[in-house]
């Protein structure tokens, strides 16, 4: 059956319902995704080719780029040879367009004029390009700390940008109370937005020649990729498409590890922490409002949370950007994680190159000063 169910307390919700939360809990979406090999073989290659696996009712409310299908290319990481899917390719430069893609359609197919979100940046950028290209109004609220090239690229969308000071949950506070009156295109809240973020484990397994592979290694702050990437294996393995879930693995930065702190002392609450500033600013998310639903995905799957420190990070960037890849920080965690993994010899291991190194300019020219 095809509805919202809240996390709490199960009450259920009509599929067309606009609610975004129940009475401040946390809703996901049962959806009847359905996959047909046969049916993709003819079909263009952008993630809509999973056309009914996607919550969209017509196809007239389809918002997209043709975005999609980044390619999965082999790499080698201190000798070990692992996968990288190139999410840095996507239209605004990083992976979060596969939800915005969804949310995005999701509000023109109720009618949405004006909406609201809250981005460490690239969500942010990703929600005002669709929004932009819906014709729909659109305010970010990002905290003041951001990077200026993200700033920029939210304002040349059209949106109308609100830098909050203090913290990230400073601005998801404020978010909060302008989404009482405006459609909340929330990247965590929304459960539209990871019905985008799937199609991340359909490609890798179309491209891994409908297989799984053994193990994911993803960068963690509020989840939406890790959450999107079980959803979709878990679709594929309903299926019967796949015969078992990959291990997941939660990269967070030590510098804000809540997640990591929760998993290893076995907490089913989320634990209060101290952060420092952190190179990786697209993870540094000191309470995750699904931190109960990504430590479960570790768990379920026997995989791993872990921390990488900026060193850590700042070496695995140069070290990429010297193999001619140009990704931002945030990416960088992944291959630092991978570096730390003890990997048996012919595991299949998949790593996200989250955004493009243009998002973080004046982090990469500090960088490339210091070496």
Aim: proline content about 5%; overall charge negative; some cysteine.
């Amino acid at each position: 059956m095809n509805q919202l169910i809240c996390t709490s307390c199960d009450a259920t919700f009509p599929f067309l319902d606009p609610r975004w939360e129940c009475d401040g809990a946390l809703l996901d979406l049962e959806f009847d995704a359905q996959i047909r090999i046969d049916d993709l073989k003819n079909r263009k290659h952008t993630m809509w080719r999973y056309r009914e696996a996607l919550p969209i009712k017509h196809d007239q409310n389809v918002v997209s780029f043709d975005e999609g299908c980044t390619p999965l290319t082999e790499i080698r990481v201190d000798g070990r040879p692992c996968l990288v899917k190139q999410e840095h390719l996507f239209p605004t430069g990083s992976y979060k367009d596969r939800g915005a893609s969804v949310l995005i359609s999701r509000a023109k197919e109720l009618g949405v004029t004006k909406m609201v979100e809250d981005s460490s940046g690239n969500a942010g950028a990703a929600v005002a390009a669709y929004a932009a290209r819906a014709n729909i109004s659109c305010d970010i609220y990002v905290p003041d700390s951001t990077s200026p090239a993200k700033l920029a690229q939210i304002q040349m969308y059209g949106a109308t940008l609100h830098k909050i000071p203090g913290s990230r949950e400073d601005t998801a506070r404020a978010t909060l109370k302008a989404a009482q009156h405006h459609f909340y295109a929330s990247h965590v809240w929304n459960p539209f937005f990871f019905q985008g973020t799937k199609t991340y484990a359909y490609e890798i397994w179309e491209q891994l020649g409908y297989q799984a592979p053994d193990t994911l290694v993803i960068p963690t702050g509020n989840g939406t990729l890790i959450i999107g990437a079980y959803i979709g294996f878990s679709d594929l393995l309903k299926l019967g498409h796949i015969q078992h879930l990959p291990r997941f693995i939660a990269v967070q930065s030590a510098h804000c590890a809540p997640l990591d702190r929760m998993f290893r002392e076995n907490l089913n609450i989320l634990p209060k922490i101290q952060t420092e500033d952190t190179i990786a600013e697209g993870i540094a998310i000191a309470e995750p409002q699904r931190a109960s639903q990504i430590v479960d995905i570790v768990r379920k799957t026997h995989g791993q949370i872990l921390t990488v420190t900026d060193s850590d990070t700042e070496q695995a960037l140069l070290d990429m950007c010297r193999q001619g890849w140009y990704i931002e920080p945030t990416s960088a965690t992944a291959i630092a994680a991978f570096q730390k993994m003890s990997v048996q010899e012919d595991e299949v291991v998949v790593l996200p190159l989250t955004g493009h190194g243009l998002k973080s300019t004046e982090k990469m020219l500090k960088l490339a000063q210091q070496t």
